[in-house]
């Protein structure tokens, strides 16, 4: 089974926008370094709280990309919109749906 981890971003007032457009390229990059997905949601009751989940096969492979040059760079631009610190918690994936799983039959339709 997979392993999610998810961060709670806590922004700073007025700063929503602008640290969103400095971390939205670090979804990209947890792609490239093997997430199975990656994504940020934001809470609807507070604005300033943002989530980022992303699952990974290998807790190695989030490591490898959380510490990577890519992220330190990016974590620095975004160092005065966030609370500090940040804390990473990892869930085990224990069930899943989605209309894209199950036979794979929607790409073998895709490609033909």
Not at 5 to 32: G, T, V
Not at 49 to 78: M, P, T
Not at 86 to 98: D, G, I, K, M, Q
Request: charged share 30%; net charge negative; proline share 5%.
């Amino acid at each position: 089974m997979a392993d999610v981890n998810y961060i709670d971003w806590r922004i700073h007032p007025f700063r929503a926008d602008r640290w969103l457009a400095i971390w939205e390229p670090a979804l990209d990059r947890a792609l490239a370094f093997g997430a199975r997905t990656c994504f940020l949601s934001r809470d609807i009751e507070d604005p300033l709280h943002f989530r980022q989940v992303s699952v990974w096969e290998s807790r190695e492979d989030f490591e490898r990309y959380w510490f990577s040059d890519e992220l330190v760079d990016l974590r620095g631009q975004a160092l005065n919109y966030y609370n500090k610190p940040l804390s990473p918690h990892w869930h085990s994936l224990t069930a899943e749906r989605s209309p894209l799983s199950g036979d794979r039959s929607h790409l073998r339709a895709a490609a033909e």
